[in-house]
């Protein structure tokens, strides 16, 4: 079992920088990647960024590669999204998410804990 809280998100303008924790609880965190996905209104939630258990490999949307940054913290049971130059189109609830696979999951259905997510909004 693996419980997880997000925090971090608000209002920001346009080119601004947001960074969303996450803060896992259980002994397993070192055994499942995390990731963090999002859900804008009328859409479905999609994938932006995972990090492997050991957080040697990361894979990004191509929506947000280069703007993105997934890292954790396996001694703090945190994983982090540094997210810079954001635009107005990132506007959305942003979810925490661990996954027992063994592949890096890059769809909702391959992730089995989740957070209850947090509201990142981008003003133009």
């Known amino acids: 079992q693996v419980q997880l809280v997000e925090s971090g998100g608000g209002l920001v303008q346009a080119g601004g920088s947001l960074r969303l924790s996450c803060a896992a609880s259980?002994?397993?965190?070192?055994?499942?990647?995390m990731g963090w996905l999002r859900q804008a209104p009328g859409k479905e939630r999609e994938f932006v960024a995972v990090?492997?258990?050991?957080?040697?490999?990361?894979y990004y949307a191509d929506s947000v590669k280069g703007r993105f940054t997934i890292s954790r913290d396996n001694a703090k049971n945190t994983v982090h999204l540094q997210m810079n130059s954001l635009k107005p189109e990132d506007t959305a609830v942003y979810y925490c998410?661990?996954?027992?696979?063994?592949?890096?999951?890059?769809?909702?259905?391959?992730?089995?804990?989740w957070g209850q997510g947090t509201q990142v909004t981008v003003s133009s």
């Open positions: 998410a661990a996954s027992q696979t063994i592949v890096l999951p890059t769809t909702p259905d391959r992730y089995r804990y």
């Open positions: 259980g002994r397993t965190f070192s055994s499942v990647a």
């Open positions: 990090i492997s258990r050991s957080g040697t490999s990361t």
